[in-house]
């Protein structure tokens, strides 16, 4: 049996989902997102105390708006013949008695599962459908947060067309402090008595 013949028999038998289509059930089809994006932010201990503001600048990709995410001209984008739009291809090889069916990323039109003729692709973008972008954000560190928590811008991150915009998450990263130690609530330090206060009592002074 050719391969065509095999990728039709599948797909008749398991409704288009390849070799194991529909046996777990099918995956939403909602918009994809795009990924979201890291960013730590370094504060020093006094700064956690207190509460700060801090700038931070962060380069993402945004939709063209040269050719509104087309990449080209008006019309100037096809589907691709090779992969017929899905970015990627199957591919049936024969193991013994078996049939595997694999997925490779479209080498016709790099994934992307459109073509654009050199010619007319958009001077802005240079076909890409985004360009690049320099943001600030100004983040506000309320007093007496931890290290380790986050704060999430939504929808900051890379643009896509298409798909639903990802998040910047900044984490909240704390400086060592030179003397103390923080554990949740208290404040922790060592400091050095001479032999008459360690034997005595009496008091010490912590800056």
Not at 108 to 121: L, S, V
Not at 123 to 139: L, M, P, Q
Not at 149 to 159: C, F, H, Y
Request: charged content about 25%; hydrophobic content about 30%.
């Amino acid at each position: 049996m050719g391969a065509g013949g095999a990728e039709d028999l599948f797909a008749n038998l398991f409704g288009g989902g390849g070799f194991f289509g529909g046996m777990g059930g099918g995956r939403s089809r909602g918009p994809r997102k795009t990924e979201d994006m890291g960013f730590n932010l370094q504060v020093s201990l006094e700064e956690l105390y207190r509460g700060k503001s801090a700038k931070i600048a962060v380069q993402r990709k945004i939709i063209c708006s040269a050719c509104n995410g087309r990449g080209g001209k008006e019309g100037a984008v096809k589907t691709c013949p090779g992969c017929q739009g899905r970015r990627y291809k199957t591919i049936l090889r024969q193991m013994g008695p078996l049939v595997q069916q694999m997925q490779q990323p479209c080498p016709d039109c790099d994934a992307e599962g459109e073509i654009i003729k050199p010619a007319d692709r958009c001077t802005s973008c240079h076909g890409k459908k985004t360009v690049s972008e320099k943001k600030v954000h100004e983040i506000h560190v309320d007093a007496g947060m931890k290290h380790g928590a986050k704060i999430r811008l939504s929808g900051e991150a890379d643009q896509a067309p298409g798909c639903q915009t990802g998040d910047i998450i900044v984490t909240i990263t704390e400086r060592e402090h030179a003397f103390f130690q923080r554990r949740d609530r208290d404040l922790h330090c060592k400091v050095a008595i001479d032999l008459i206060t360690a034997l005595n009592g009496g008091p010490v002074r912590i800056k």
